[in-house]
């Protein structure tokens, strides 16, 4: 049974596939909750397991490949790198209530958005308050690891441009800082579908 939001009409809200969950484990049935990256960054897998908790039922978890770490391998960026990047930032960019606050700038840090490709412009503006100098090296990956996935390198200041001008699409994933540059020289898959926006 599919409760993925791509493949079904209707939302399934996570209350629901929590009581999904719990009712067919309580039915006596195996259930495999198979997610698409790491079930526990920004895949729900906490809600889920606190629901199964909650009901005193038993269950396993099996780590996934993040989003952030596969897209970024496949487009060869490094999350972290020696003298460029010591730490990585995973967030969302958007919330319930709107935009997500962004973190402030830390030199050797790579920062890596979720969601919010719809706002990727307002969320470049929030950056640059925030610290982040206007020339950032910035690279989107949308369909990250899939085989049209597509890569766009820009800076900061010209993230709304080039997401509007190259139609950036969910899924998308948004690096911002210095490795993200690498994606230029080091991306080994697709290489054709790389994109400079000047």
């Keep these: 049974m599919s409760v993925d939001n791509k493949t079904i009409k209707k939302t399934i809200k996570q209350p629901d596939i929590n009581a999904l969950l719990i009712g067919h484990v309580r039915a006596g049935k195996r259930v495999c909750r198979l997610k698409g990256g790491d079930p526990m960054i920004f895949g729900r897998g906490g809600e889920e397991v606190e629901a199964l908790v909650e009901a005193g039922l038993p269950f396993q978890v099996v780590p996934g490949v993040s989003a952030a770490q596969g897209c970024a391998c496949y487009a060869g960026i490094p999350l972290t790198l020696r003298g460029a990047a010591q730490s990585v930032v995973l967030t969302t960019g958007h919330t ?92 080994w898959f697709a290489p054709d579908r790389l994109i400079i926006h000047p």
């Design 96 to 187: 319930e209530r709107g935009i997500a606050e962004v973190a402030d700038f830390s030199p050797g840090q790579t920062l890596v958005l979720y969601m919010g490709v719809a706002k990727y412009a307002v969320l470049a503006d929030r950056l640059i308050e925030r610290g982040y100098d206007r020339l950032t090296p910035v690279a989107v990956v949308e369909r990250g690891t899939a085989k049209d996935q597509r890569v766009i390198c820009t800076i900061l200041e010209k993230l709304g441009d080039a997401s509007e001008t190259h139609a950036v699409e969910s899924p998308a994933l948004l690096y911002v800082g210095e490795t993200s540059q690498f994606a230029r020289d080091h991306g």
